[in-house]
C-alpha cells in the first residue's frame, strides 16, 4: 500500500507540473518538468496570452496550412505530431517532410482527437482555430497542457505590415530555439520582395478589386490584412482599402462605382476558378467596369494570401500578373 501511495503522489505532482498552474495569459511550458533546454527559457507574448519555455516543443500540431508551412520552413518536422486543415497542396519543397506527418484531419480536428495526438503546442493560422465554442480555445488548450500560438495576423496591434512576416518567423524561431532558421527565411522573404520592389520602380499602381467569393454580395479583401499589402508590393492599389476588416462584404454596386482595373481572384475551395470568372463577366452591375470589359484577371492561392511564407513569392506572382512588362 505504501508503494502505491507513493505512485500516486508522484502522478499527482507530475499532473501539477504538468498543467502549471497559471491562466492563459501567463503561464509555464506544460512540459517543463525536466531540465531547461540550451537557450531558454525564452517567453513570447502572442495575441494577448504570455508563455515561458523551458525548452522548444517536441510534440507540435499544426492547424491551417500557412502554419504548418512554417514549421515546415524552418525545418521542424521532426517535432510535430500531426496537422490539419490544408487549403491547396503543400509547396514541392515541403512534401517529403509534410508526408511523414499524422494528418488529424481533413478539416479542424475535435478537440478530442486534437489531445489524441499528446501535442504539447497547438498552432493555428486564423482565429477560427482556437473556437471555444468549439472546446478548442486556448485557455481549454492550456488546462490540458498544451501551449498555443496563433499567427500574429489574427490580432494585430496596428496595420498589418510586410514586417509582421518577419514577426511571425523570429517569433516561432525563438519559441522552437532555432533563431537562425528564422533570421534564414527572413533573409529569403526580404531577397524576393526587394527584386519585386526593384522590378517595378515608379510604376503607376492599378485598381485592384480582390473576388474571394459571394454572389449576392461580394466578399473582398479589406485594408485590414496581408492582402492589402501585397497588392501595394505588387504594384496596385486595394479599391477596398477602406475596409477597415481583413475580408469583408460589399455589393456588386460598390464594385463598380469604384471601376477596378484588375479583378484578382482568390482561387481555392470547391468552385472551380473558371466558374467565378464567368459569373463576374455576366454580373449586370460589373458590365462597365473596365476589368470586365477587358477580361482582366489575375489569379492567387488562397494560401498565397495569408501571413506565411508563401507571401514574397505571391507578390512577386501577382505582380508579374499586373506588370507584365516589368516583372518577368
Not at 485592384?208 to 496581408?226: H, I, L, M, P
Request: net charge negative; charged share 25%.
Amino acid at each position: 500500500m505504501a508503494k502505491r501511495s507513493l505512485s500516486l503522489l508522484a502522478a499527482a505532482a507530475f499532473l501539477v507540473a504538468g498543467c502549471g498552474g497559471g491562466t492563459s495569459g501567463d503561464r509555464d511550458d506544460p512540459a517543463a518538468s525536466g531540465a531547461t533546454a540550451e537557450g531558454f527559457p525564452v517567453t513570447v507574448t502572442n495575441c494577448g496570452v504570455r508563455t515561458t519555455y523551458q525548452r522548444p516543443p517536441e510534440r507540435a500540431v499544426t492547424l491551417n496550412q500557412h502554419a504548418t508551412e512554417v514549421l515546415l520552413a524552418l525545418g521542424l518536422e521532426k517535432s510535430m505530431v500531426g496537422t490539419a486543415y490544408l487549403d491547396d497542396k503543400i509547396l514541392p519543397e515541403y512534401q517529403d517532410a509534410y508526408e511523414g506527418i499524422k494528418v488529424l484531419s481533413k478539416e479542424y480536428p475535435s478537440f478530442e482527437v486534437l489531445l489524441d495526438a499528446e501535442p504539447d503546442f497547438a498552432y493555428a493560422g486564423f482565429a477560427s482555430t482556437f473556437d471555444e465554442k468549439e472546446g478548442r480555445g486556448r485557455a481549454a488548450l492550456t488546462k490540458a497542457g498544451v501551449n498555443s500560438y496563433l499567427n500574429v495576423e489574427e490580432c494585430p496591434t496596428g496595420p498589418v505590415t510586410m514586417a509582421m512576416i518577419d514577426e511571425e518567423l523570429r517569433a516561432v524561431g525563438k519559441i522552437f530555439g532555432v533563431p537562425e532558421r528564422a533570421e534564414r527565411e527572413v533573409r529569403k522573404a526580404k531577397a524576393t520582395l526587394g527584386a519585386v520592389e526593384k522590378k517595378l520602380g515608379d510604376v503607376d499602381p492599378l485598381k485592384v478589386f480582390v473576388y474571394d467569393s459571394g454572389d449576392k454580395t461580394a466578399f473582398t479583401a479589406g485594408g485590414a490584412g496581408v492582402g492589402n499589402e501585397m497588392i501595394k508590393e505588387a504594384g496596385g492599389a486595394n479599391i477596398f482599402a477602406d475596409l477597415d476588416k481583413q475580408f469583408g462584404d460589399v455589393s456588386f454596386e460598390q464594385v463598380a462605382e469604384r471601376a477596378p482595373e484588375v479583378v484578382v481572384i482568390y482561387d481555392y475551395g470547391d468552385q472551380p476558378l473558371a466558374a467565378k470568372k464567368k459569373f463576374l463577366l455576366s454580373h449586370p452591375a460589373l458590365q462597365d467596369v473596365p476589368a470586365i470589359k477587358k477580361k482582366r484577371f489575375a489569379v492567387l492561392p488562397l494560401s498565397s494570401t495569408v501571413l506565411g511564407v508563401r507571401v514574397p513569392a505571391g507578390v512577386e506572382s501577382l505582380a508579374r500578373q499586373l506588370h507584365p512588362d516589368r516583372v518577368r
